[in-house]
């Protein structure tokens, strides 16, 4: 079973992301607090069928079996964009290298936990796969759920080396 995390992101949800970004106002375009973000996602995909429980961060989390992953980002998409949520900054080349500093900041830490997560790629092309509306396929936090840590332990890992969530 893979433990998705809830998240607005580039879906690092960004793909699968386990904490709720804390909006900045100067680069979020979504006019609803993050809070309300958070309980709207919830409740949107528990009516699509998912057992989605809300983090004590203000993210929210789902065990998602392996072959029904596909599904769940479908579902996840559709809440996103039927509760008006879908709306990103454009990012620019500066955003997305501020991003990228800090991922490794935290991946750094995430090491220093004894986590065994990848080497990031170059600066340069992490930049341009975000500008280009891509997802890099470097994501520290992906790896703590495909390495099988509970739902607790990302919590812990996150507490401990927040994963950026905002430009």
Not at 80 to 97: K, L, S, Y
Not at 131 to 138: F, H, I, R, S
Not at 149 to 162: G, T
Request: aromatic share 8%.
């Amino acid at each position: 079973m893979i433990r998705r995390l809830g998240l607005a992101i580039l879906p690092v949800a960004m793909v699968a992301a386990a904490c709720t970004p804390t909006p900045d106002p100067a680069v979020t375009a979504s006019p609803e607090p993050q809070r309300d973000y958070a309980t709207t996602m919830v409740a949107c995909l528990s009516a699509k069928g998912w057992h989605v429980e809300r983090g004590s961060d203000g993210g929210f989390g789902a065990d998602i079996p392996g072959d029904q992953l596909d599904q769940y980002n479908a579902d996840r998409l559709a809440c996103r964009e039927e509760n008006g949520f879908n709306d990103e900054p454009e990012v620019t080349p500066e955003m997305a290298g501020r991003f990228f500093d800090r991922l490794v900041a935290a991946a750094q830490c995430l090491r220093g936990l004894g986590y065994q997560v990848s080497e990031p790629p170059s600066k340069q092309s992490y930049v341009e796969t975000l500008v280009n509306g891509e997802l890099p396929d470097w994501a520290p936090y992906s790896e703590l759920i495909e390495m099988g840590l509970s739902y607790a332990e990302l919590e812990e890992a996150d507490a401990a080396c927040p994963q950026p969530t905002t430009w």
